[in-house]
């Protein structure tokens, strides 16, 4: 089945450890994006990709990078985690098309203690 | 910027009853698109709905419709003849025709929080 796959689905990381948060796509979308959705705030940007090759930053990009070697692949990386990124993060791409809606992940849950 | 707003933390709707979710944004833009998506405890995203705001009429699918007021810039949903599997957090979202920066970028709003009783 067509679609996102995030890894892993949870992760509980002690501060100031290193984590790679996984992402890949089969529908050869070329922009992607990375979202951390905490209660009460939705989901903001962190960073994305409009093709391979290419990256920029969101809303809240410290503390976060991103790399784009392939058009299927779009991982999220914490250096240092703290615990205020604790969060639930979300992988999306988006096809071509004006109209094109966003396809998600079924979303990472981090605790960073 | 784009700003979105739900003004509804919560809301709480009879079964097989209708329930109106609010949304408004703050734009300069004239051609934009919105969305409604819906997360269920099992966490996924799901569109639920899309709107063009160049298109006058407004969108519907199945038992969800749309009322767009581009003017007002306001853009509720409509849920008719609630099932108990309608529950879940509901997402209004604006995304840019700006193909510059960040292309198809949504701005989300906070969320509505949906029950549904039997």
């Known amino acids: 089945i067509a679609g996102i796959t995030q890894a892993p689905t949870s992760q509980i990381l002690a501060a100031g450890r290193r984590m790679t948060l996984r992402c890949t796509q089969d529908m050869r979308h070329n922009a992607m994006y990375w979202y951390r959705q905490d209660l009460g705030l939705g989901l903001r940007l962190i960073h994305y990709?409009?093709?391979?090759?290419?990256?920029g930053k969101g809303e809240v990009p410290d503390g976060y990078s991103v790399s784009r070697a392939n058009t299927d692949d779009f991982p999220l990386t914490l250096a240092s985690a703290v615990p205020s990124q604790t969060s639930v993060y979300f992988c999306?791409?988006?096809?071509?098309?004006?109209?094109?809606?966003?396809?998600f992940g079924n979303g990472t849950r981090l605790t960073v203690t | 910027a784009q700003t979105v707003t739900q003004s509804q933390p919560e809301m709480s709707v009879q079964e097989a009853e209708t329930v109106t979710l609010s949304c408004t944004y703050d734009t300069s833009e004239s051609d934009y698109y919105l969305f409604w998506y819906k997360q269920p405890p099992s966490r996924q995203m799901i569109l639920v709905i899309r709107q063009e705001a160049y298109k006058q009429q407004n969108a519907t699918e199945n038992r969800f419709s749309v009322n767009f007021q581009k003017a007002a810039k306001s853009f509720s949903l409509k849920i008719s003849d609630s099932q108990l599997g309608d529950a879940a957090m509901y997402f209004c979202?604006?995304?840019?025709?700006?193909?510059?920066?960040?292309?198809?970028?949504?701005?989300f709003g906070k969320g509505t929080k949906l029950s549904v009783k039997p």
């Open positions: 979202a604006y995304r840019t025709w700006n193909y510059g920066g960040s292309q198809g970028n949504l701005i």
């Open positions: 999306a791409s988006r096809g071509q098309g004006y109209n094109s809606p966003l396809h």
């Open positions: 990709s409009n093709t391979a090759g290419t990256t």
